[in-house]
Structures are given as structure tokens and as C-alpha cells.
Nanobody, 124 residues
């Protein structure tokens, strides 16, 4: 299993970025996939998850600004981030969920594989 994130960078407040996560080594379409972010000195923060059927869930801090999506034909996960704020600055990881996702377990840290992360910095 390999997960490789890309698309991070530096952007001004109010700007946008699109993150990608290229997956390989497993049947991508069969798994729920998450985005998780982490700031140095703090624990991981769940951002969003998309289940194998395309259902999506978002953390309170990003709902309405971020959009998660997937292209199963290309085994790629995306995170479209709009109206970025300085507090969105973090290392962003994609992670594979072990189990199926529903509204009751969307936030659970039930991951078995992670990528190496891509840095997002929001600053003027």
C-alpha cells in the first residue's frame, strides 16, 4: 500500500489549494479515505472522510470551505480547500480507513495506512 500526497504550498488567507493523494497497492474503490492534518506539538485533527460510495463528512472547522472527492478510475483522493485561514496551516495527510464509514463513526481515527504528508501554509 502506498499513499502519496501532493499539492501543498503557501497561500494567502482567503486563497485556495487542491490537494491530491495518489493511491496504489490496493483496490482503492473499496475503501473509505480520510484527510487528517497535524500541527507540530499537537495531535492529529480529522478533516474529512469519503466512503467507498462517495458519501462525505467534514470536521466542524472546515465544513463549507473544504470539499473531499475521489476518482476511483485513477485511484486518487482530492481535497479542495477554499477560503483558507491561517489556522488551516498544517501538514496534511491522506489515510486509509480500516472500516466502512457512516455518520456515527466518521470521526473515528480508524486508519491503517498513511501517506507522508504535504505541507499547507496560509500566511500573508
Amino acid at each position: 500500500v502506498q499513499l502519496v500526497e501532493s499539492g501543498g504550498g503557501m497561500v494567502q488567507p482567503g486563497g485556495s489549494l487542491r490537494l491530491s493523494c495518489a493511491a496504489s497497492g490496493f483496490t482503492f474503490s473499496s475503501y473509505a479515505m480520510s484527510w487528517v492534518r497535524q500541527v507540530p506539538g499537537k495531535g492529529p485533527e480529522w478533516v474529512s472522510v469519503i466512503n467507498s460510495g462517495g458519501g462525505t463528512y467534514y470536521g466542524d472547522s472546515v465544513a463549507g470551505r473544504f470539499t473531499i472527492s475521489r476518482d476511483n478510475a485513477k485511484s486518487t483522493l482530492f481535497l479542495e480547500m477554499n477560503s483558507l485561514k491561517p489556522e488551516d496551516t498544517a501538514l496534511y495527510y491522506c489515510a486509509r480507513r480500516r472500516s466502512r464509514v457512516n455518520r456515527y463513526n466518521a470521526r473515528d481515527p480508524d486508519y491503517d495506512y498513511w501517506g507522508q504528508g504535504t505541507q499547507v501554509t496560509v500566511s500573508s
